[in-house]
């Protein structure tokens, strides 16, 4: 029987039973449902408060699955409650019954960190630290229990009021105390693959490093809004948690400090020597970079930022999250007059979007154009498709707001937003080369058809007048 339809059978004998009480808690409410369990809101009438009871029922027709999930929400039970700290979720009664099971835990008003891994929804830098510094002291009290969650994702960590994290979901959890050749609670490839180490998807021995790297990855995403390693499908993401190198958080979001990217590199490390050993280094290493960071919350000054691009011309065609993605990949710089922004001669694919303000473009020392908000510049260097050579000038003319790309971070952005960006660009791009066409086209000479009725060719102009361009007859 499947997981849906043990929870649907549970909560028609639920609903059916006219039950309002779990052991000795009353039903308040319905607080979530997942793949496995239903969790409700209740009191608990011997202390005064209110409890999650996580309830799952068993299933008659698949004793296999029956057999491993009793197995599982037994270990949560005793794991859970084993730990005690600030930041791991509290367990206050477990209990096994013949046909469901039934944890009563503390009730967290909040959300998990599910909801702010999306680049439009990502928290301030210096909160996520902070969050992240508390998880790392959480992990390393849970192994000096002998604990490794070997589970740690987003949606396994609530976030309380004044920023407490706190980690939830033991149930599979590894008890390093056991006799692992006897423990049958021990389940090879538990565990989201996007947040597992490469020792668990190899199914290795684990230690306590697995759950810092898997916080690693957590870290990583909400900071940039994507994951560390993505792939279309599983055998191409396994591979590359193995065998390939996770990009520098910095690339993705240049307004990240430096020191983030040594933190997070070692955190990633596929090697076990090279891995922080414990989460007290961890967050050690944290708090050493949390100085760098303005405490101010910047959220206010993304979102204006935001609404600036959702209104400029150049980004009509974006969607929400695109812009968003482009301000995780961008610097605001606000320019001097007189400044050169892209020189000529020189090579790079920098890019960038006046927000307010006035460039000129020039070639050789002669004027081009002049470009106003909602312009590209510096666009035929990114989009040439082996050259970033500079054949042209940009120069500030008065203060202006430039919204400088950085190519290497966009290329490892959503295809979305590559995709959006390029086409975006291609149609400017052919607008001002159409523009040029009439300047040239009001210099020339007066074409000459040849053959009336026939198919029309155009010959060079005249030595004296207009472009010397030919176009070929079809």
């Known amino acids: 029987m499947s997981d849906w339809c043990v929870l649907r059978l549970f909560n028609e004998l639920f609903q059916e039973s006219g039950m309002e009480t779990i052991g000795k808690y009353r039903v308040r409410g319905e607080l979530g449902k997942g793949a496995t369990a239903t969790v409700y809101l209740c009191d608990d009438p011997d202390s005064d408060r209110q409890v999650a009871v996580k309830v799952i029922r068993f299933g008659q027709d698949c004793v296999a699955m029956s057999r491993r999930m009793r197995k599982l929400f037994q270990n949560e039970g005793m794991v859970s409650k084993r730990l005690d700290h600030p930041n791991i979720v509290r367990v206050f009664e477990a209990v096994v019954e013949d046909e469901f099971a039934y944890l009563a835990m503390e009730y967290i008003q909040g959300f998990n960190l599910e909801e702010h891994c999306r680049i439009d929804k990502l928290l ?35 976030i309380a009021a004044n920023d407490e994290p706190k980690i939830a979901d033991f149930g599979l959890a590894l008890n390093m105390n056991k006799d692992m050749d006897r423990d049958s609670t021990f389940i090879m490839g538990v565990g989201s693959p996007a947040y597992m180490s490469p020792e668990q998807i190899k199914a290795y021995p684990l230690n306590q490093k697995t759950d810092l790297y898997s916080l690693g990855v957590v870290m990583f995403q909400l900071l940039t809004g994507r994951l560390p390693f993505r792939a279309s499908n599983q055998a191409t993401l396994i591979y590359r948690i193995i065998n390939t190198d996770a990009p520098a958080v910095t690339a993705l979001n240049p307004n990240l400090p430096e020191g983030l990217n040594a933190i997070l590199r070692r955190a990633l490390e596929k090697d076990l020597y090279s891995r922080y050993r414990n989460g007290a280094e961890f967050a050690k290493d944290l708090s050493a970079v ?68 006035c460039v000129e473009i020039s070639v050789e020392g002669r004027t081009l154009c002049r470009l106003g908000p909602g312009e590209p510049v510096g666009e035929v260097a990114y989009l040439h498709p082996s050259s970033d050579q500079r054949h042209a000038s940009a120069v500030t003319l008065e203060t202006t707001l430039f919204l400088e790309i950085n190519a290497s971070a966009l290329a490892l952005s959503s295809e979305e937003l590559l995709e959006r960006m390029r086409n ?28 009336a009725g026939s198919q029309t060719s155009f010959i060079r102009s005249r030595p004296g007048g207009g472009l010397d361009m030919e176009l070929t007859p079809m």
């Open 290 to 357: 949390r100085y760098q960071i303005l405490e101010d919350d910047q959220s206010a000054q993304d979102t204006r930022h935001f609404e600036v691009l959702r209104k400029l011309d150049f980004f009509t065609e974006f969607e929400n999250d695109e812009i968003w993605e482009v301000l995780r990949v961008a610097v605001w710089r606000e320019v001097s007059p007189n400044v050169v922004i892209i020189r000529e001669g020189e090579k790079n694919k920098m890019f960038g979007i006046v927000i307010s303000g």
């Open 424 to 451: 975006v660009l291609l149609a400017r791009l052919i607008r001002r080369l159409r523009e040029v066409n009439k300047i040239a086209a009001a210099q020339g000479q007066p074409a000459v058809q040849v053959g």
């Open 124 to 158: 301030p830098m210096h909160r996520v630290i902070g969050i992240i510094f508390k998880c790392c002291m959480a992990l390393d009290s849970a192994y000096r229990q002998g604990i490794i969650h070997r589970d740690i994702k987003p949606a396994n960590i609530m």
